[in-house]
């Protein structure tokens, strides 16, 4: 179970150190990427480095995925399937 729980404290803190940042240059952004409403979002820019470390170690996962209404008549995997992906990611 420590393995566990050393991979969720790492991406835990790559969440937040990742919404830290996209909150401090681009609030709107950091809201749409990171399904954040506007108090998350500004109480996260405030975050220091220990306080990154101390959230990332409370056994659970902090983060949540976007939830995205499928358009009608197909299923959410196809929905998910048709995202857009960003060209600049791939080689």
């Not at 729980?5 to 830290?20: E, G, H, S």
């Amino acid at each position: 179970m420590s393995l566990l729980n050393d991979d969720l404290k790492a991406i835990n803190f790559q969440f937040l150190m990742l919404a830290r940042e996209c909150a401090r240059h681009n609030p709107m952004e950091a809201m749409w990427k990171f399904n954040l409403n506007d108090t998350e979002i500004e109480n996260i820019s405030s975050l220091s480095i220990d306080e990154i470390k101390s959230l990332s170690d409370c056994g659970r996962a902090i983060f949540r995925t976007p939830v995205t209404q499928s358009p009608t008549g197909i299923t959410s995997s196809i929905a998910a399937a048709l995202l857009p992906i960003s060209m600049t990611t791939q080689a």
